[in-house]
């Protein structure tokens, strides 16, 4: 029997965060060694050696808490972006500067929207929050901004767009975004999440940075954690203006950020040799993949980020699970019979191809 005193019924409707399963809790379920992840979109080249060296020497100061404002690493970026440091803040993952937005923005009986499927977060940040929301389906594997727009209400305070979109890797075009940013009420928060930006490569990819004198209230969302190679350390930012910087920091927690992840994150960023051949290899092995996938029969949507999402034509779970007993990795979506697939090293990417002709001849 429930208890409503207990929680609020949101959150006793929702379900733990299914995880891509660590490599060693993989190995011990099913006793297989070597096993491989392409389930999280993590960069397969790891850490920049800058990165690692930081880290190192910044751990003899672990009896010290980190600068809770993470100032060195915002002044760089505030450099690199050219936008003024009160309007940077730093989050544990971007997953927090998102969950950050909403509490500071939206409030009971308002309303949010995000496409569907999209990043999972934005369902449960809401559901945590107790805040309505509408979960607009894609068209065509792509945010349907048309539908989306209709769905906003005089309650609606929040729309998330990821861009490009997890799990499907589709992007939403500049002058479509454009649109939206005109056109949308601007009483409404419109928050960008570019967590694969980098690896974007479209002509059309829009920077949603650069489109911030389109709209006041318009928050961009970035994260170490992928093509920085750093998601253990846990560390995202987001850009907006100023006002609604302070007023995130007044919810934000403040050590969110340890130092490790605040010294890697800025050696990272001066890494521009490890970004350029993180973005090679994915475009390399990303389009290697999708031929290959396509030469097994099967449907690849066109990916600007760091994954495959592939329409397997059949049950997509049973796939899955032989995968796993053969110690490949990846990720079930919500669609029936779709497989998210992260671009891992060229030798990954064989095994899995091996594997999945293997359980697909089955
Ligand atoms: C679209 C999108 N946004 C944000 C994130 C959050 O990443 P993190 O909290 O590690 O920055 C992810 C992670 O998978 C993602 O796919």
Redesign the pocket.
């Known amino acids: 029997m429930v208890d409503m005193n207990l929680v609020i019924p949101s959150i006793e409707q929702m379900a733990p965060y299914e995880a891509g399963k660590p490599l060693a809790t993989l190995e011990r379920e099913l006793g297989v060694s070597n096993a491989i992840k392409l389930a999280s ?1 993590e960069n397969p080249l790891g850490p920049s050696p800058r990165a690692l060296q930081a880290m190192l020497k910044a751990m003899h100061d672990s009896h010290r808490y980190p600068d809770a404002a993470a100032w060195a690493l915002r002044e760089r970026l505030s450099e690199r972006l050219g936008m003024p440091m009160n309007e940077i803040i730093h989050g544990n ?3 927090e500067v998102l969950e950050l937005a909403l509490r500071t923005f939206v409030g009971q009986g308002q309303h949010v929207i995000f496409a569907e499927p999209s ?1 999972v ?1 934005y369902r449960m940040i809401c559901m945590a929050a107790g805040v309505a929301f509408t979960a607009v389906p894609l068209r065509d594997l792509t945010h349907d901004l048309e539908a989306m727009t209709a769905a906003i209400t005089p309650k609606t305070r929040m729309i998330f767009i ?1 861009n490009p979109n ?1 799990p499907t890797g589709t992007y939403v075009a500049r002058a479509a975004l454009e649109q939206l940013l005109r056109n949308v009420d601007p009483e409404v928060v419109v928050v960008v ?1 570019e ?2 930006t980098e690896y974007a490569e479209a002509p059309d990819f829009p920077n949603a940075l650069s489109l911030r004198g389109l709209r006041e209230r318009l928050i961009v969302t970035r ?1 170490f ?1 992928k093509i920085y190679g750093l ?1 253990a350390q ?1 560390i ?1 930012y987001a850009v907006g203006p100023a006002p609604m910087i302070d007023y995130m920091n007044r919810v934000r927690p403040p050590f969110n950020v340890g130092t490790l992840g605040q010294v890697a994150a800025l050696a990272a960023l001066d890494d521009e040799e490890h970004v350029r051949a993180s973005q090679e290899l994915n475009q390399d092995e990303r389009t290697r993949l999708q031929n290959a996938l396509t030469s097994l029969g099967l449907a690849c949507a066109p990916s600007q980020a760091n994954f495959v999402y592939v329409d397997c034509k059949r049950p997509a779970r049973p796939i899955y699970e032989s995968l796993l007993r053969k110690g490949v990795i990846v990720r079930p979506v919500p669609a029936a019979t779709a497989l998210r697939i992260t671009v891992g090293l060229p030798a990954e990417n064989y095994r899995l191809l091996a594997a999945l002709s293997e359980v697909l001849n089955a």
């Open positions: 979109n993952g971007s997953s990043f977060m990821a997890n999440d967590a694969y994260t954690s998601a846990r995202g």
